[in-house]
Every structure is written in C-alpha cells, then in structure tokens.
C-alpha cells in the first residue's frame, strides 16, 4: 500500500532513467514502454500467459459467478462471473524485495 513516504514511480520515471542508461532520447524509450504495455494488453486480451524474467508471470483467471450478501441491506444478490489479471512474483523479485 502506497503512503505519502512511498513515491510513486511511473512510466515515464523509468523510461527517463532506461534513456540517461542507454543513452536514447526519452521520447523513444517512453515510446518503447507504451508499446511494452500495449503489447503485454493485447495478450492477455487472447489469453496467452506472460512470463517476464526476473519479475513474475501475468495471466488472466475466470472467476465464476457466486452468491454474495450486500452489506448495507443484508440482502443476498448474485454477483457475476468476471476475468481477472493475476501476478505470480518470480523468485529473483521475491528474493531481491524480501531482503
């Protein structure tokens, strides 16, 4: 969970910092990152699995449809079947932030 402490580091920050790294102006290396995402979206979209080295496993799951309780009336309501994304942490990613 972010706080106030915790800056937020966007697309553009990394892209700034890949372009300074590999000397590439900034507007190339943010056009690298969009294409990245937009790729890593169409994917998922089809239901291929992402493996990205060193950082994790992205994949959409179905989540089936079940019974659920609204808590402000206590009435009882279905609640759809729905996609969702899931990230699996790679070992590398959880060894590196576990420290």
């Known amino acids: ?58 994949q959409v799951r179905k989540r089936a449809a079940r019974m659920g309780r609204n808590p402000a009336t206590g009435e009882t309501i279905q609640i759809p079947a729905k996609k969702k994304i899931a990230f699996r942490a790679a070992k590398e990613l959880k060894e590196a932030v576990g420290k």
């Open 1 to 58: 969970m972010a706080t106030a402490s915790q800056p937020t580091v966007t697309l553009k920050h990394i892209a700034a910092d890949l372009a300074d790294k590999h000397k590439l102006p900034k507007k190339q290396a943010t056009q690298m990152l969009e294409d990245f995402v937009t790729h890593v979206v169409k994917n998922l979209k089809k239901g291929n699995r992402i493996r990205i080295g060193g950082l994790g496993i992205l």
